[in-house]
Structures are given as structure tokens and as C-alpha cells.
């Protein structure tokens, strides 16, 4: 397993306030990765970061907001499966492209209950 990628998701609250987020992934990312990853998100671009052990990025928002509001929801989004630059390898890794796919496609049935945010 050579190189390293990068995962990018963000978290849009219903007023369209933005957090933005990234993993350091240890390998090579494939088209067919990307692909693969795209057919286990809700809708094609959804998923609940507490199920796929993602970090979520939520709580930026609350910093502003004084804490959870009405906007809140327990959806991130996909942005981008892409190679890692060298300014992207500051940190350790938070795992493999493979284990970030084996957690999405084991995925049956997204559970709303896994969020903070799914009873507002």
C-alpha cells in the first residue's frame, strides 16, 4: 500500500452553514474507489459520520451558534475521495482506503439514532 489519499466530507446545516472536514487515508484512491463509496451514500452524496466511525464536524457550527439548533441534522456530505498532497501528510493517519470502504459498504440501512442531532 503506497501513498497516502484524502477523504472530504463537510457538514451543511439547513441555513447552509458549512463545517468542512478531512481523513488522511494510507493508500492510493481509485476512480473505482470513489465509485464504489458513491453507491453506499444516501442519495449519493449523504451519511451519518457516527455510523462509518468518520469524525463529525457539526460541533464547528455550534461554536458559532451557542450550541445545537433547529438548523441541525444528522447528515454530512461527500465531497471527495483525491490524492494526498504533501502539505495534506502533517498528521497521522486515520486509517487505510480500504477500511474507510469496508465501513461504508457494510452499511445496510443508515441509523439517524447513531447522531446527536437526530431528535431536534
Do not use: C
Not at 472536514?21 to 453507491?39: E, F, I, R, Y
Not at 449523504?46 to 447528515?75: K, M, N, R
Amino acid at each position: 500500500m503506497d501513498g497516502f489519499s484524502i477523504f472530504e466530507y463537510l457538514y451543511r446545516d439547513a441555513s447552509n452553514y458549512k463545517a468542512w472536514g478531512s481523513l488522511l487515508l494510507k493508500g492510493q484512491v481509485t476512480q473505482a474507489d470513489a465509485d464504489a463509496l458513491g453507491k453506499f451514500l444516501e442519495g449519493g452524496e449523504f451519511f451519518i459520520a457516527e455510523q462509518v466511525g468518520v469524525p463529525p464536524v457539526y460541533a464547528e457550527l455550534w461554536e458559532i451558534s451557542g450550541g445545537v439548533t433547529e438548523d441541525d441534522h444528522v447528515w454530512h456530505e461527500f465531497v471527495g475521495l483525491r490524492p494526498a498532497t504533501a502539505e495534506d501528510i502533517q498528521e497521522k493517519p486515520w486509517g487505510s482506503v480500504s477500511e474507510l470502504l469496508a465501513r461504508f459498504t457494510s452499511v445496510r440501512q443508515w441509523d439517524e439514532r447513531l447522531s446527536p442531532n437526530w431528535d431536534i
